[in-house]
C-alpha cells in the first residue's frame, strides 16, 4: 500500500473529493496541517514586494502567473493569478474584443464559449485563477473602464458575467471584480462614493449577487471608499452582504498594492487575500495579531475559505489539459472573430442613389480608407487588461484581404483635404475615427507616487537596496494615458475629416472606435452609415469587413443608450474626493427626465427587417419566467435579430422601464419562429427594510427590438 507524503496531501484530498467527499471535512483536515507561518503565507502574494515589483517593469504586467499561497511542502498550488477580460494578460494569446463589445452581441452561448477559450490559454500558462470577470456598472460613459465591462444595465451585466464563469469554469478558478461601485477611475484611489441602501441593492449590486449564484470562485474588491469605508476593508459588503446576505462560499482578494489601507482591519472585515506581492499584511498584521487587533481566529477564516475554493475547483469536472498549441490558435483566432463581427453595431444605413449604402458590394473597385485609426493596431488600454497579442489585423489589412482587387488608398495623416481628395476619386469612403489607449483605459500616473496616503502602504526597501524609482513602479501596475474620458465627442479633427469626406463623396461610411457612449449629433446627420466598431480583439479588421460587404449580417445591438446631450447624463467629476450615486443613470435617466435617446439602449440595425408579432407568458416560478415571442424576418436575406423583454411599471421613484431578458435568434428570409425567451422580475422589485418587495404587482412586459420599441408586442406580467 502506498504511503501519502506531505507533498501529495492536497492531491489526497481532492482524490477524496472526487469520489464524492465532503468538501467540509477536507478544509477542515488540510487546515489543520498547517503551521501557523505557513496560513499567514497564503493571506497574501508570494513574491517579495520590491523584487517583484522590479521585475514586473523589466517583464511587463503579469506575463507569468503571480502566485498567491503555494505551499510546495503540502502541495497546495496557491491562487496563480491571470489578469482580463479581453483574454488571458499572461504570455502573448488572443485578444478577443473587449467586454462592452461583447456584451454588444447579446449572445451569452458566444460569450461562454470566449470563456472556454480563455480558460485554455491561461491555464496552458499556467494559471488557475482568473481575474477577469468584469461586471461593474458604468454609471457615465466616461468612466475610463468601460470597455471592460458588459454594459449600462445591471441584468446585462449579471447574465454576462454568469456566462463568462460557466465558461471559465471548465479549466480555472474565475474572480468577479470589482465589488463595489467603480466606475471611476482618475479617482479610484481616493473618491468615497456615497449610496443610500436601496440604490446600492437594486442597482450596482444584482449583477455580482448573480455571479455569486453562478459560483463564482473569487470576488476582487475595488480601490475606492464606500459610504466612508474602503471597500477592501469594509465588513458591511463583505461579510454583511456577500457573505451574510447572499452566502458566498469562494475567497475575496484585494485589488492590487493599493486595495488595502490597514492589514488587521481589512482582515477582520472579510478580506480573505491580499494581492499581488508581501506588502502590508506581511509586514504589519503581526503586530496586529500580538496587539489584539485582530485574532487567530480571522486567519482561520481566510484561510479556511482560500483552501475550499482551490479543492472546490481541482475536485470538479475540467476540460483536459490544454498544450500551449491551444494559445492564438486558428480555433482561437476564429472565434474572436466571430465576436467582433457580432459586435459591430449599425447605427444608421440610409440610401444613397436609391438603397441603402451598406452592405457595400464585394465587386467595388476603389474604396478611400480614412483615419489614424485605420491601420492601428488597437485593442484597448494598456493596463492590467491588455493582451498581448501575437498579431492583430487592422482594418486596413482586412478590407486589403476582402477586397483584391481594389484599389485602395489609405489617408492615415489628420488630413481633412487629403480625405476629400481621396474619397472624391473612390466608390466609397470609410472613416475609421475614435479612441486609443491615449484616451480612455486604467490609470496609473506617476501623480499617485506623490500622494502620502498611498506611499505609506509601501513596505520599506530592504536593507541596502538602492533607491527604487516610484514612479516607474506606478506605470508597471498600469498605465499613464488614459483615464477617465476628458470628452464624450470625437475630435475637432476627426469632425472635420468626417465633414470633408462626406462632402466629396455621399458614399462614405464612419466608424466610431469607442468603449463607451459617443455623442455624434453635430456631424451624424450629414453621414448615411455609421457603425461602431469597438476595440474589436485580435481578428477585428477581417470581422469589420465581413460585415461591411454584408458576409455576415449587421448583428450587433448596444449595451448602453447613447444621449444627444452631455447635460441628458448624470453629474461627473473624475477629480471628486466624494460622490453620491443614485438609481439614475443611461436609458432610465432619459426616460425619467423625458430625454430621447440618439441611440436607445439595445437599438441596431440588421440588413434585413424582423416584425415582433407577439408575446405570451410561459411560465411563472418564482422570480423566473419564460416567454414565448413569435419573430417574422419580413427581410429579403437571412439576419440575426435580438428579441429584448423588457417590464414597465408606474411606480414612485422608480424606473420607468427596466431590462427582463433577451435572446438572439437567427433566421433565413421569411422565416417565423418561436423564440423562448428567459426573464427574471428582479429588477422589478424595490429594496425595502425587510429585504425585496414587488415595485407593483403587475407589470406590462413588452417583447421589442430596443428599450421603448413602439413595434413591441405587449403582454401582462405578474411580479413576485
Given amino acids: 500500500m502506498s504511503m501519502t507524503t506531505e507533498t501529495q496531501i492536497f492531491d489526497a484530498a481532492v482524490e477524496r473529493l472526487s469520489r464524492g467527499g465532503d468538501l467540509a471535512a477536507e478544509t477542515e483536515r488540510l487546515l489543520s496541517e498547517l503551521t501557523p507561518d505557513e496560513k499567514l503565507w497564503l493571506l497574501d502574494g508570494d513574491g517579495e514586494f520590491w523584487s517583484s515589483m522590479g521585475a514586473m517593469m523589466q517583464d511587463g504586467y503579469n506575463v507569468r502567473p503571480i502566485e498567491m499561497g503555494r505551499v510546495d511542502r503540502l502541495g497546495i498550488p496557491g491562487l496563480r493569478f491571470s489578469d482580463g477580460p479581453r483574454g488571458a494578460v499572461v504570455g502573448r494569446s488572443t485578444a478577443f474584443p473587449v467586454a462592452m463589445a461583447r456584451g454588444a452581441t447579446w449572445d451569452l452561448d458566444l460569450e461562454e464559449r470566449i470563456g472556454i477559450a480563455i480558460g485554455r490559454e491561461l491555464r496552458a500558462h499556467g494559471a488557475n485563477f482568473f481575474g477577469g470577470v468584469c461586471i461593474n456598472l458604468p454609471r457615465h460613459p466616461a468612466w475610463g473602464r468601460a470597455q ?320 527604487f524609482d516610484l514612479s516607474q513602479a506606478a506605470g508597471a501596475m498600469g498605465t499613464a494615458m488614459g483615464g477617465d474620458r476628458a470628452s464624450l465627442r470625437l475630435r475637432p479633427v476627426d469632425v472635420d475629416i468626417i465633414r470633408s469626406t462626406v462632402a466629396a463623396n455621399p458614399r462614405t461610411v464612419v466608424v466610431v472606435v469607442t468603449a463607451g457612449a459617443v455623442i455624434t449629433e453635430e456631424w451624424r446627420h450629414a453621414v448615411p452609415a455609421l457603425a461602431i466598431g469597438w476595440y474589436s480583439g485580435a481578428e477585428g479588421g477581417h470581422a469589420l469587413a465581413d460585415v461591411l460587404l454584408g458576409k455576415t449580417d449587421a448583428a450587433g445591438r448596444l449595451p448602453y443608450s447613447i444621449p444627444m446631450a452631455e447635460e441628458h447624463l448624470p453629474f461627473f467629476d473624475r477629480t471628486a474626493t466624494s460622490i453620491v450615486y443614485d438609481r439614475w443613470f443611461g436609458q432610465r435617466l432619459l426616460d425619467r427626465d423625458g430625454h430621447a435617446a440618439a441611440f436607445p439602449l439595445g437599438f441596431g440595425l440588421s440588413y434585413t427587417s424582423f416584425e415582433i408579432e407577439s408575446v405570451e407568458l410561459s411560465t411563472l416560478a418564482g422570480e423566473a419566467f419564460t416567454a414565448c415571442v413569435t419573430v417574422t424576418n419580413t427581410g429579403g436575406r437571412a439576419g440575426r435579430h435580438v428579441v429584448q423583454l423588457y417590464g414597465t411599471v408606474d411606480a414612485p421613484d422608480f424606473p420607468r422601464r427596466v431590462l427582463l431578458g433577451f435572446e438572439p435568434v437567427a433566421l433565413a428570409a421569411g422565416e417565423t419562429a418561436e423564440v423562448t425567451v428567459h426573464g427574471s422580475t428582479r429588477p422589478l422589485q424595490r429594496w425595502t427594510a425587510n429585504g425585496f418587495a414587488p415595485a407593483a404587482r403587475v407589470a406590462t412586459l413588452e417583447a421589442g427590438a430596443y428599450a421603448g420599441d413602439p413595434g413591441a408586442a405587449v403582454t401582462r406580467l405578474p411580479v413576485v
Fill in 148 to 467: 471592460e465591462t458588459y454594459g449600462e444595465d445591471p441584468l446585462l451585466l449579471g447574465e454576462f458575467g454568469a456566462a463568462l464563469v460557466r465558461g471559465i469554469h471548465r479549466n480555472a478558478m474565475a474572480v468577479a471584480k470589482h465589488f463595489a461601485l467603480n466606475s471611476m477611475e482618475n479617482a479610484r484611489f481616493q473618491v468615497d462614493v456615497q449610496v443610500d441602501d436601496a440604490t446600492l441593492h437594486e442597482v450596482f449590486l444584482p449583477h455580482f449577487r448573480r455571479a455569486v449564484e453562478e459560483g463564482v470562485d473569487g470576488i476582487m474588491t475595488s480601490y475606492n471608499s464606500v459610504n466612508g469605508e474602503w471597500a477592501g476593508q469594509n465588513e458591511l459588503l463583505m461579510e454583511g452582504v456577500l457573505r451574510g446576505e447572499w452566502g458566498f462560499e469562494g475567497v475575496t482578494v484585494s485589488d492590487f498594492i493599493f486595495g488595502l489601507r490597514d492589514a488587521g482591519l481589512s482582515l477582520k472585515a472579510g478580506l480573505d487575500v491580499e494581492e499581488p506581492f508581501r506588502q502590508q499584511r506581511a509586514h504589519r498584521l503581526p503586530a496586529a495579531l500580538d496587539a489584539g487587533e485582530v485574532s487567530w481566529e480571522h486567519v482561520d477564516r481566510a484561510v479556511r475559505r482560500i483552501l475550499r475554493t482551490q479543492l472546490a475547483h481541482y475536485s470538479r469536472e475540467r476540460d483536459a489539459e490544454p498544450g500551449l498549441d491551444v494559445v492564438f490558435s486558428d480555433e482561437h483566432r476564429a472565434l474572436a472573430r466571430e465576436a467582433s463581427r457580432a459586435s459591430i453595431v449599425l447605427l444608421q444605413n440610409e440610401p444613397v442613389e436609391g438603397a441603402p449604402l451598406l452592405p457595400l458590394s464585394d465587386t467595388l473597385r476603389s474604396l478611400a480608407l480614412i483615419g489614424r485609426l485605420a491601420d492601428l493596431a488597437n485593442t484597448g488600454d494598456h493596463g492590467s487588461s491588455d493582451v498581448r497579442s501575437p498579431h492583430v489585423v487592422t482594418a486596413l489589412e482586412g478590407l486589403t484581404a476582402a477586397l483584391p482587387d481594389a484599389r485602395i488608398t489609405s489617408v492615415l495623416d489628420d488630413d481633412p483635404d487629403a480625405a476629400a481628395a481621396a474619397a472624391a476619386s473612390a466608390d466609397v469612403a470609410i472613416v475609421v475615427v475614435g479612441y486609443t489607449a491615449a484616451d480612455e483605459g486604467e490609470y496609473m500616473g506617476a501623480d499617485s507616487m506623490a500622494d502620502p496616503a498611498l506611499l505609506q502602504l509601501f513596505p520599506p526597501l530592504p536593507e541596502g537596496a538602492p533607491a
